[in-house]
């Protein structure tokens, strides 16, 4: 099979991540990145080998990155004439207008979470309804909150039945390069009650009823979720079940708080950069082994969120479900996650 | 009556805000207070006017306070001579040891909440068991987290019935005169699943089945509870019926997050600053009005504790319920309350 | 003397802590305060018997506070004709517009550190310039951190000669009360270089030369001051005595970080706390003794400043200078904290 | 020439990353690294095919790791007899037993700066003495708080003559996977005046007078200074030829905190991140160019130390020159940071 085509529109936190991920692909190549002008990021792609275009298609636009000193090989409309599909990586609020963009130049299209599942009328998580989404049109990656939910929740609802959830997310309230945002010292519910992340899950994922509530913490290094989960009647499971289901299931991986002397976030991302992928990601849902406990039908735990990098894997396989590359979503996981680590030294 | 003769055994973090809550009483005066040695706090116990005692009775160690340059009174049985119920509020591990000298004394005394139920037998919150603890030799206050539960729980099992309830406890990590604790830049889940914290609430509370789990967050201004209560069926309550039942319970403040402007904890304790009581310190449980929702039996919301100062007013009324003072709960919280407020300027 | 009537134009972190300060003085009275609008703080200045004023005399914004449910006595043109004195303690950038509004009133008027010393082309630190303010019609009271630095840096230059300063400010990143302001986890220098903050105490002390440099911090509780002092050579010093000196000087506190447990912020504003003033200001400025030490003529110490109150008492002692109530700076700084002192539980 | 054989005893936060950067020169291997026991950093040894020793030579310590599931080739002193240098990367007080090991074995070595320069009787940096380190028996490399010191200032001694520097440190109060220490809020002064990582230069370089002081403030991710530099007289730069000066240092990099968008240590690390380098280090100081000021002959300047590696490319010049493999420090430099730079996707 020839390298399926892949413009990446927005080359900022998510779109440089997708773009090294699709990078490590045998089956996929990155056709460009785009930026709105000439700045930083341009030299990223740049050390990169990736085909740099600018995000409009004005001719005054498009000639400035070559005064910032950057080649550019043209606008979005080019970008997407020689791409088979494109991932949307731009901020939010660009979503319905660039949707139509994509309808006008009939190219596949997949948006991030920051986006509304109506925009697409379908949402996509690997585990959840890789089939659903083979050869469609456009879809929608779902958020980091609720990929992660999805990880550990769709293997549990598998093996138990329909899940009734409540989970508290703690949000990091800003990311690591960003200097502006606070709080310093406080904790911030989101006043709304509950709150969107949870109910989220049900656009991937049946059989699961789910309510959040949210507080933003100070701290720049990953969402922590806590759990309640009440299992069907007669789910046969034990504590230790449910971590051997973990233990098994992809991009999830479980240590111990005080064996591995991981106690917090801070442990957890300095285990990732040990793990050497590019920028110290963690592409898996962490979570804490001596943090999990069913007592009778009620399971209880933590894991740790990195929300800069868990839906990258999960942008590569959305891409295999659009182009009817791969119907297997767990054959899809292994190429992509094995390409991905191969490609670290 | 006579003023009752109150000593205070330690006097950090809770036990000088005891001393001031007592000293606005108009029904109890503090007898003494008591340091390990000469140190800062001494001078604050002399610019309040409280007599300084020893928490030994070893003479060197009384000896030692004059060196300093300290007036001293005398020791632990010196001061325990002189009084007719002693609060200890001595740091953690000591409870054993201090329980055996206040029996041995043959005073009445009342522990924190650091302590466990067992070495008393007997817990005190005030809207919980007041009645309980009348004319008992000693108690326990509850911790702050337990007191905050009972503040807005007790009420809710009081107009409607039985209550299951699921809570997630976002900590803040170290108190604002503790520079030694981290994280700075992490989150980290207490392993224990489930925590102490919640169940706590039952050595206090029938009528709640409640179970919590916890993390600690770089903060440290107020804890915030995320909680989740399944009210009994035919409960009658709507959002708006909750939150009225909260604005005529004491030592609850709720307020809006959007209209009064306080989206977070920062802006809990500047409000509370405003109030003009010592140390800055919120006695009440801050609920969020925005932050609440009840949907069919489930009722949502969040709320804010000023771990330093919350169980103040708690230790005056467990005062007045063990020396056999005021039968009313409701009574007592209206004097201390009142007679704290009108100490201040 | 009959007493003064003082109004505050602006009720927020400043306005309210000085109509605190200017209540417990015996030679003047608040006149009043204004609000823009119905909020939170018009409840703090019923609470305080403080008359409410709308900042503008617009009628419909008066009769907005009568909607909110509060009391309001008129527009500021009323409260400025029913006072001697105005001190500005509104947000920045009003500057301009307000000066004109009192300029027009014929009436005196004390301005904040947010401006700059040319609106009115003087400006006030107590220790530095009382009479050079005496009978003026309009002075600024310099800045938190230029007030910290004339603490120190001016009993220094009396006793010894000219001096000259290079000073690293570190500086709290937003106020407590404050939760929208990062960074989270980072440090950010003022890329402005020098800084204005040193400079600007030459507005009100000859003879020292002073540059500084700054960074803004992830903490919300104090201004730390990295100070290098070149003292003119013969000066006969210690470092002994130059504690000493400051030990003798009004408005600074020194302490050990190592004897008194005080080794960060974080302890020196629990101390505080422990003082008792309102919202638990510290208006002296921290030194720590331990942390200074005298090299040949090179002086090197720390020195901590809280950014919302230490300014509070130099504007009392402003409105002496202004209206000619108190010639000698010492003797107004003893009545104003004295005062302050009285005032306190 | 064959390839030098390079022991790392310890590896944690700076063995791991001199392991890696040794592992992509052309000219040394790293015949193993050593950890106390089976733990997690076994794992990562095993992944990047370093073979495993223990720290001790006592046999059932070397068990152990069997048992945890480890291979391990023998115990450290088996490595030493299988290296030509050890690079000794042990938390700190274990110097003085470990030089003697190393002594014994006969056996070169280096250190790294959290031990004495007495222990070795030299000290290493790159741009600073390479020379003096041609076939010496052990050297230590300084600090990374002396290593950016000497990349700034060294350049500017070259270019213009003897310095006297007065220098600010603003550190980060602990590493990133380090969850323990705080302060959370506050700003803690080193109070040993002045201390001590100024005048660590000077075991390095003359030609330059250096005093510092150092405060701890809550953020994980890099120490900022802030340096104030006499030139001497006659010296002939201006801002932009010192900019320029350092554009052409190897190591440094500059940047404008406005243009660039880099306003703070959270960008700098960003941008780092991108760059590539495992655990998204930066070797290289980072100045901002509009935090940088020459007025007459004083210079004042800000910089970024990544404190976890920027020690690190200096270690492997430091082998270099005890092994006599490369008198020139550029020529060294140029082979370590260029065989990184490839060894990167």
Redesign the interface.
């Known amino acids: 099979m020839s390298s399926v085509r892949v413009a990446i529109n927005g080359f900022g936190t998510i779109g ?1 991540r997708v773009a ?1 991920a699709i990078q490590a692909q045998p089956d996929m190549s990155v056709s460009g990145v785009t930026k709105t002008g000439p ?2 990021g341009c030299g ?1 792609a740049q ?1 990169l080998n990736l085909p740099l275009y600018c995000t409009s298609d004005d001719l005054e636009d498009i000639a400035a990155f070559e005064k910032g000193g950057y080649n550019v090989e043209g606008g979005l409309s080019d970008l997407l004439a020689n791409s088979d599909i494109v991932i949307d990586c731009a901020p939010g609020k660009m979503g319905q207008s660039n949707h139509q963009k994509y309808v006008d130049a009939g190219i596949k299209h997949i948006f991030q979470g920051g986006e509304k599942h109506s925009l697409t009328g379908l949402s996509y998580t690997s585990s959840a309804n890789h089939k659903e989404n083979i050869d469609a049109k456009g879809t929608r990656v779902v958020s980091c909150n609720t990929t992660g939910l999805a990880r550990t929740l769709i293997p549990l609802r598998d093996a138990t039945g329909e899940l009734s959830v ?1 989970c ?1 997310m ?1 949000r ?3 990311d ?14 989101v ?1 709304k ?2 709150s969107h992340h949870g109910p989220d899950l049900m656009t991937v994922a049946g059989g699961i009823g789910i ?1 959040s ?1 949210a ?8 969402h ?1 979720h ?1 759990i ?1 989960v009440e299992l069907p009647g007669g789910h046969g499971m034990t504590t230790d079940s449910v971590l051997d289901l973990w233990a098994k299931t992809p991009r999830v991986i479980s240590m111990s ?2 064996i ?2 991981i ?5 957890v ?3 990732a ?2 793990i ?1 992928r ?3 990601d963690l592409h898996e849902i962490f979570v ?1 082994t ?4 069913l ?1 009778g039908n ?1 399971l ?3 894991q ?1 969120i990195h929300q800069e990098s868990d839906v990258i894997p999960e942008n590569v396989d959305a891409v295999r479900a659009l182009m009817g590359m791969e119907h297997d979503w767990r054959a899809s996981v292994e190429i992509t996650d094995s390409s991905i680590a191969a ?3």
Chains 1, 2, 3, 4 share one sequence.
């Open positions: 440089k090294r700045s930083h990223l050390r409540e508290t703690i990091r309230a800003a690591p390069g960003d200097s502006r945002k606070g709080p310093i010292n406080a904790i911030a519910p006043l009650v509950p309510t509530l507080v933003a913490v100070p701290t720049t290094i990953m922590v806590s309640v708080g005080s591995d002397k106690p917090s976030t801070a442990e991302m300095e285990m950069r040990d050497g590019p920028w110290g804490w001596d943090g999990a406990s007592d009620t209880r735990y933590f740790a490609s670290l030294v």
